[in-house]
Structures are given as structure tokens and as C-alpha cells.
């Protein structure tokens, strides 16, 4: 069975880290773009970093730039997202998903697989 699970959500001061994991099973994320997205209540989901399964190379939405590092451990067959400096704008049900191929994309259509997300909430 595909599935992605997402893990290490909660609740943080702002200015405070949290770090998520994704991690798959039913198959290898070494194959296919990692993207981490995330939709706030009454606003659409949005792109917040990916990362390519050719090189490595990672892309991240200019809000995020800085702040958010993603990277993969294809041995753990897993994906994180570490997040320093969190701001109440960051308040989100962060999602991964994986995306056949190795582009660099934010486009919803072409990730084929999500997992059912994880809660952020960054609060004084």
C-alpha cells in the first residue's frame, strides 16, 4: 500500500523550530520529487519546498527562503522539512507529497501521492 505519513507537527512560540518528517512506504521516494506544501484556514495550499530525486537540488516558496531547509534520507526512505524562526504566518496543515520524476515544480496536479498532513501552529 502507497502511503506517505507526516510527522512532527505542533505547537510553537514564534521564533521557535519544529521539524517534520515524511516518510513512505509501499515505495522508493529515490525515484520521484519531494514536495512539501501547506494550506492555512480560508486560503488555498500552497507551495513551500521541494526537492529533486536527481541531485538533490531543492526549491523553496520566497517566504520560507532562509528559514526552511528540506532534505532527504533515501536510506529512511524520508523527507524533512526543518523550520527555525517560525512566524504566525507559518500556522498551517503542512502536507508532503511525492511527485514521479525529478523536476522542480510546485504544480498540485502532478504530485501523484499525499499524505494526510500535519498540523503547525505558531503561537504566542
Known amino acids: 500500500q502507497v502511503q506517505l505519513v507526516e510527522s512532527g507537527g505542533g505547537s510553537v512560540q514564534p521564533g521557535g523550530s519544529l521539524r517534520l518528517s515524511c516518510a513512505a512506504s509501499?515505495?522508493?521516494?529515490?525515484?520521484?520529487?519531494i514536495g512539501w506544501f501547506r494550506q492555512a484556514p480560508g486560503r488555498e495550499r500552497e507551495g513551500v519546498s521541494c526537492?529533486?530525486?536527481?541531485?538533490?537540488?531543492?526549491l523553496y516558496a520566497d517566504s520560507v527562503k532562509g528559514r526552511f531547509t528540506i532534505s532527504r534520507d533515501n536510506a529512511k526512505n524520508t523527507v524533512y522539512l526543518q523550520m527555525n524562526s517560525l512566524k504566525p504566518e507559518d500556522t498551517a496543515v503542512y502536507y508532503c507529497?511525492?511527485?514521479?520524476?525529478?523536476?522542480?515544480?510546485?504544480?498540485?496536479?502532478?504530485?501523484?501521492?499525499w499524505g494526510q498532513g500535519t498540523q503547525v501552529t505558531v503561537s504566542s
Open positions: 507529497a511525492a511527485s514521479r520524476g525529478y523536476y522542480l515544480h510546485f504544480s498540485f496536479f502532478d504530485y501523484e501521492y
Open positions: 526537492i529533486s530525486s536527481a541531485d538533490g537540488s531543492t
Open positions: 509501499g515505495f522508493t521516494l529515490d525515484s520521484y520529487t
